[in-house]
């Protein structure tokens, strides 16, 4: 124990190199944090700014007023989460399963290139085939399938195509680890003892890859619960998040307190994400 | 295969199990296809979006659907500063969208180049010293990793505001938000990153290699610049790389904690999706589409050389 115990250099020097980021995060993340904890139980100022009495009042006018958008924004989250695993573990078994390196090298890449675009650019792409006079309509109306253009932008559907076209590689490329490093000898015994694809598949290969699926999913959930951007710009007022009413309450007539409030039950959301990751989620060290 | 010994029992049987064998041939055919259809979907699903926006960059006319022929002049348009679109108040112009560029470069550089200094010394620390909290220090610094950037964008807005009210009060001087705001928050999570990405690097280090030095008599700083350093090198660009991407991507902080003639480039494209949409917006998506293109051939390129031995 006492080789171990810290001697008074080594504790200097850990300070000299751990100080500076440590600092730089408990001033400018943690502690803006903790204003906005309190905030969230302070009562709405002139200008929205935080002033006392201390009240529950923001709380309880987040799970009234708000409470439909929260609902909505978990139900977008997990639908979208699903969406990705339906399509990302599928991707992620046929790259992994190419016996060329190189093929699966360039496989991974065609996931991971796009998602290296701009996020905004991303959108707008997405927001150009979506649109009332975009290239979708445009071909369901040439078919004939439809003689009035659909309204496909600004729904919730929108968000959510927009949201799995935005996190899908995160959801590839765990499920791509996991299936990576799948020893097919297990499933070659599932068959041998009778098991066929569909049985080998769901008690063997799944069980066994099941980490990078719940890492994929919680990668996929947390940044989708807090999303902005693609509702505030595929959503209209129907897909609205609880991000656009952060965003809204943070702006120019807006309540900073109550604000706040919907900033702590969205870090509460996600963190009920990151247990599950924590539990759940993590390659057991082999 | 049948026999003529095989009685009705064992006939039974046997169609059961030609029956199943017939149903799993099925399922591996069914498996089979899908395992080729899927991928192709979401891949068309992925590139469908970016190929319509780069062709139609080239459409001689306004639509996003309706193929006119082909035109560069939206590409000459930005090359000369001819507006076609925007109202009076909002008009795309080339000058700003350079200078929008030039922001985001700015504090990109910035804030990578002070997050990879703190992110690699802050590395060293968790990874080699034994000092108490180590491990409260290292989950603390996955927050800015896991807790949404909304969340980040907008309490970091009240603390400044705050603190710029304080100032007021106390000095008389009144700050406002801009470069200093942005570049500091880009800092705040960007040290994670670079935590994350050196610390990789240093977990796949030989310690004897820094032992050796030290029992050849080097102290800590000669151990560190002649050993350590450039072992982690390569941990380093990549930690600094992952840094410079993420800011010069990130939308949502930035909006939160921008000022007036700060607005980077994520901001501008965004002002142009929100307000009125000029056709040249094609053009500019397609530019950053090729120069993202081309920086990550580039560092794949680089991290092939330094692995090549």
Known sequence: MARRGAE???????AFLAGPATVWLVLFFLLPLVFVAVASFMSRGTGGAPVPPVTLDQYERTFTVFGPVIVRSVNVALVTTALCLLLGYPLAFFISRRRDPRVRLFLLFLVLLPFWTNFLVRTYALITILQRDGLLNGLLMRLGAISEPLQLLFTQGAVIVGLVYGYLP???????????????????AAHDLGANDLRAFFRVVLPLTLPGVIAGSILVFIPTIGAFVTPDLMGG???????????????GRGNIPLGSAVSMVLLALVFVGVLVYTRWGQEEKT | MS?????????????????????????????????????????LFLWVPIVVLIVFSFNDGASVSVWNGFTTRWYENILNNTITAGTESARFQTGLL???????LIVAVAATLVATALGTMLALALARGRFPGRKTLDSLFYLPVVIPD???????????????????????VR????????????????????????RARLATMDPTLEEAARDLGANHVQTFWRVTFPILMPGILAGALLAFTLSLDDFVITFFNAGVGTTTLPLFVYGMLKQRVPPEINAISTLMIAVS???????????????GD
């Open chain 2, 150 to 172: 909304i969340t980040q964008g907008v309490s970091l807005a009240v603390f400044f505001n705050l603190v710029f009210e304080a100032v007021q009060r106390a000095l008389g």
């Open chain 2, 175 to 198: 700050l406002v938000p801009g470069f200093g705001t942005i570049i500091i928050a880009h800092i705040a999570f960007n040290v994670s990153y670079v935590l994350i990405v050196v």
């Open chain 2, 3 to 43: 026999s003529p010994a095989v009685g009705s029992e064992g006939r039974d049987a046997a169609g059961i199990h030609a029956g199943r064998l017939r149903r799993d041939l099925a399922v591996r055919r069914v498996g089979q296809v899908a395992m080729w259809v899927s991928p192709f979907l979401v891949y």
């Open chain 2, 98 to 104: 350079l200078r929008a560029v030039r922001n985001s």
């Open chain 1, 237 to 251: 007022t129907r897909g609205l998040m609880i991000g656009n009413l952060i965003q809204s309450q943070f702006g």
């Open chain 1, 8 to 14: 008074p250099g080594e504790v200097a020097r850990s």
């Open chain 1, 170 to 188: 995160f959801m590839v490329l765990p499920i791509y680890a996991s299936v990576e490093r799948l020893d097919m000898r297990y499933v070659e």
């Open chain 2, 293 to 307: 293109i081309v920086l990550v051939g580039a560092s794949l390129l680089l991290q092939r050389r330094g692995s």
